[in-house]
């Protein structure tokens, strides 16, 4: 059992540039979201699923993509990276068993210069 | 909605000494709360929930929190503190079916 898992650990993009953060995992859980960490902020809701075809936005969603084709996967796409994207993504997942009880992956580290 | 307050970015402990990080919380009903841990460099990970099966909640690595809704507290405690403790703590809740976390405190802990 991997968990969650995200890829890569580190990314540098330069201002404008795109690229995918992948996360997946093997717990079959419903409910997967994205966060980013900033210094002094805590996690921040970005995006989240609660199954398959079906994203929803949370707290800071401009700026940011996602889709959810299966159960496993929950891809997050920076269309065109702005220095303010610089942080720590983690991707996280859980059951939708009123739980509420999330499973984090080890983060991406993405700067943006 | 509920929200959760977390008092103090930092604290320093001595080794052997008490833990104690704070976390308020604001519900007009029976919360779920979480205290997460984060070691460097490494995703968040479970230390315990409050779930109103009990005030008095303990999770791993010896620490414990009490659900206190007369002080719309979830104060997080151990007893005496270890150098492996040193790592940053979050506090959460569940607001409109979605985890919300405080902004996190970080414990050094001195030899």
């Known amino acids: 059992n991997a968990g969650v898992t995200q890829t890569p650990k580190f990314q540098v993009l330069k201002t404008g540039q795109s690229m995918t953060l992948q996360c997946a995992q093997d717990m079959n859980h419903e409910y997967m979201s994205w966060y980013r960490q900033d210094p002094g902020m805590g996690l921040r809701l970005i995006h989240y699923s609660v199954g398959a075809g079906i994203t929803d936005q949370g707290e800071v969603p401009n700026g940011y993509n996602v889709s959810r084709s299966t159960t496993e996967d929950f891809p997050l796409r920076l269309l065109s990276a702005a220095p303010s994207q610089t942080s720590v993504y983690f991707c996280?997942?859980?059951?939708?068993?009123?739980?509420?009880?999330?499973?984090f992956g080890p983060g991406t580290r993405l700067t943006v210069t | 909605a509920q929200s959760v307050t977390q008092l103090g970015s930092h604290v320093s402990v001595s080794e052997g000494a008490l833990v104690l990080l704070r976390c308020n919380y604001s519900?007009?009903?029976?919360?779920?709360l979480f205290w997460y841990v984060q070691y460097p460099n490494q995703g968040l990970q479970l230390l315990l929930k409050y779930t109103s099966a009990a005030t008095l909640v303990k999770g791993i690595n010896g620490f414990e929190a009490e659900f206190k809704k007369s002080e719309t507290s979830f104060h997080l405690t151990k007893p005496s503190a270890h150098m492996s403790d040193a790592a940053e703590y979050f506090c959460?809740?569940?607001?409109?079916?979605?985890?919300?976390f405080g902004t996190g405190t970080r414990l050094q802990v001195f030899p």
């Open positions: 996280a997942s859980s059951f939708r068993d009123g739980s509420y009880e999330q499973y």
């Open positions: 959460a809740g569940v607001n409109t079916d979605k985890l919300i």
């Open positions: 519900s007009s009903v029976p919360p779920y």
